[in-house]
């Protein structure tokens, strides 16, 4: 059984373009919630998708969008970059009545120049 | 969800037991103790978690005071692939919400 998997890996922008990242939740797993990890910080919540809606939100601004599909899978976008979202970016997921056990990807590091 | 306190780093011995504190003295009585480690260049993985009776499984032990305020996760045997930073997340055990990370604790377990 595949655990989260997220891709790209690895992902070099310049500032003012955009970026898709994408995230395959664990078999089974409903709900998908994005982190963003800047270096030698712990991951802040950006938000959740749950029946393809976004149901909670972080402290992010409006550039950060997301998208859940039929699926479960999810996408994170964020567009105009700007050097200060270079990040670890986490993808977690999680099911039903045990939300508070999230499932983590190994991340997208993202390098903004 | 109450604020926890972690020391910033800890060592241990491998083959020693690891034990990591943790601070919440504003926690709530239904408020759970959650514990997350992320090892280097992987995403937070799930420990353990407790409300106030003590817990076991096959990764660590926690510990939850009797009053509550503060609890210890135990790793029996340390070994050095533990290197990681340990997180304690406190919170309730309901709905779809957000994990709220702190700096936890960074664990170096020597040789």
């Known amino acids: 059984d595949a655990g989260v998997t997220q891709s790209p890996t690895h992902l070099i922008k310049t500032r003012g373009q955009q970026v898709t990242l994408r995230c395959s939740p664990k078999?089974?797993?409903?709900?998908v919630s994005w982190y963003q990890q800047a270096l030698g910080q712990g991951p802040q919540f950006i938000f959740q998708?749950?029946?393809?809606?976004?149901?909670q939100r972080g402290n992010f601004p409006d550039r950060f969008s997301g998208h859940q599909f039929p699926n479960y899978s999810s996408e994170l976008n964020v567009n105009a970059l700007l050097l200060g979202d270079s990040a670890l970016y986490l993808c977690?997921?999680?099911?039903?009545?045990?939300?508070?056990?999230?499932?983590f990807g190994a991340g997208t590091r993202l390098s903004v120049l | 969800d109450a604020k926890t306190t972690q020391p910033p780093s800890m060592d241990c011995a491998e083959g020693r037991a690891a034990n990591l504190p943790c601070n919440h003295s504003?926690?709530?009585?239904?408020?759970?103790v959650y514990w997350y480690r992320q090892i280097h260049s992987q995403g937070p993985q799930y420990i353990i978690h407790?409300?106030?009776n003590n817990e076991t499984n096959e990764m660590a032990s926690l510990i939850i005071t009797e009053d509550r305020k503060s609890s210890t996760l135990i790793l029996p045997h340390a070994t050095l692939r533990d290197t990681a930073v340990y997180y304690c997340?406190?919170?309730?055990?309901?709905?779809?919400?957000?994990?709220?990370f702190g700096s936890g604790t960074r664990l170096q377990v020597q040789p």
């Open positions: 078999s089974g797993h409903d709900t």
């Open positions: 998708y749950y029946e393809e809606e976004e149901r």
């Open positions: 504003t926690i709530s009585g239904n408020e759970y």
């Open positions: 977690a997921s999680s099911f039903g009545g045990q939300q508070n056990i999230q499932y």
């Open positions: 997340i406190v919170r309730v055990d309901t709905g779809r919400r957000a994990l709220t």
């Open positions: 407790g409300l106030k």
